[in-house]
């Protein structure tokens, strides 16, 4: 294994397929880390493989058999998360495993604790925890800045076409809506700039599209901490009103930098994300008082790219993951109680 200030880390990427050839892209690109090896089951790696003068496995057991690497990269599908992080953490092997930690809560719970034992860390990639702009709302936050949170407004609101489902028929079906695809990411961004949610309503609507699963859901989020929140969620709203949408993280998107898609207000002032659009009351609060009025500016970086440099921080125990397996089953927890509300119609306790 890469020793602290010597060779650099030799990671290897499970899985290869959209994100995972993200992650070897930046592994490629960084000067913290090297790719070892790629893992996959299918032929379409190969050539990957080849190109880039890297060995390719069919599975991580045939990886582990012919030497450990100093890390993997776990980006296979959701169903196989909890296995491939088992194993690397079986096989004492740092582990960055995709969002969402697992399909279920109940799988996700067996990575979890295999976590706290490990001789390995454990990371969940949850990558807008690494975003400066989300990173700069923490602080505002926490530094009390707005005073106690009273309530946030969110919304991921955006029109997917057509052949997205085409594409993929299966996204029309139970399992396939916006709720379980996009929302996890939204309730990620929340807990960790408001706190946790303890409990959740929903109202899902089918009528837009009339497939067999959710085009459009609104959200009733209590936090621990006594605050209330509302999200409106949608792919089938012509809106620009979503993170990809407004914050310019991802190029593929066009970017609204004047728009917001979430307001977290306090007692004393409200936070515009990702604008950073902070009014504060610099006096007592009334609505009669007009508000100080600032954009605080913030340093634009690739939080995927800080990701990694994160993980590679943690491999050589320079720094504790930002995302732990417990935390990242607890967003998964909050997004399927939001599932199971919206199909019951009754209030779910997210603890």
């Known amino acids: ?27 490629q690109a960084s000067g913290s ?29 045939e990886l582990f058999a012919s030497g450990r690497p100093d890390g993997v990269i776990v980006a296979t599908p959701n169903a196989v998360h909890v296995k491939n992080g088992l194993e690397c ?41 690494h975003s400066p702009l ?29 052949d997205y489902f085409t594409a993929a028929p299966w996204r029309s079906q139970p399992g396939g809506g916006p709720i379980l695809i996009n929302l996890i990411h939204a309730i ?34 209590s936090f621990t901490d006594g605050g209330l929140g509302t999200f409106l969620l949608s792919d089938t709203a ?35 994300v990702p604008t950073m659009r902070l009014k504060t009351y610099s006096g007592p609060g009334s609505w009669w008082t007009p508000f100080e009025d600032q954009t605080i500016e913030v340093e634009r970086a690739d939080p995927l790219e800080r990701q990694l440099e994160h993980f590679c921080a943690v491999i050589l125990g320079e720094a504790e993951p930002l995302v732990t397996g417990s935390d990242a089953l607890q967003t998964l927890r909050v997004t399927l109680s939001i599932a199971e509300a919206a199909r019951t119609g009754q209030p779910v306790v997210t603890g």
């Open 134 to 162: 989300l990173a700069t709302a923490r602080t505002v936050v926490q530094d009390g800045v707005l005073g106690p949170i009273v309530t946030v407004l969110g919304s991921a609101l955006y029109y997917k076409p057509d």
């Open 89 to 129: 953490l079986a096989n004492d092997v740092p582990v960055l495993v995709e969002k969402p930690i697992a399909d279920s809560v109940e799988d996700g719970c067996r990575l979890a604790e295999a976590a706290k034992t490990a001789a390995a860390p454990l990371l969940v990639g949850h990558h807008r925890r």
């Open 238 to 272: 012509a809106s620009p009103l979503s993170w990809e949408q407004t914050s310019g993280e991802d190029p593929h998107y066009p970017r609204y930098a004047d728009e917001d898609c979430y307001v977290i207000a306090g007692t004393r002032g409200s936070l515009g």
């Open 1 to 27: 294994m890469s020793q602290p200030g010597n060779a650099t880390l030799r990671l290897a990427v499970a899985g290869a397929g959209l994100i995972g050839r993200r992650h070897i892209a930046l592994i």
């Open 188 to 221: 990620d961004d929340l807990r960790s700039l408001c706190g946790e949610i303890s409990s959740v309503r929903a109202v899902a609507s089918n009528a837009t599209r009339g497939f067999a699963v959710e085009d459009t859901v609104a959200i009733l989020l």
């Open 33 to 61: 880390c090297q790719l070892s090896a790629i893992v996959d089951p299918g032929h379409h790696h190969r050539a990957i493989a080849e190109d880039l003068g890297v060995p390719d496995f069919a599975s991580l057991e």
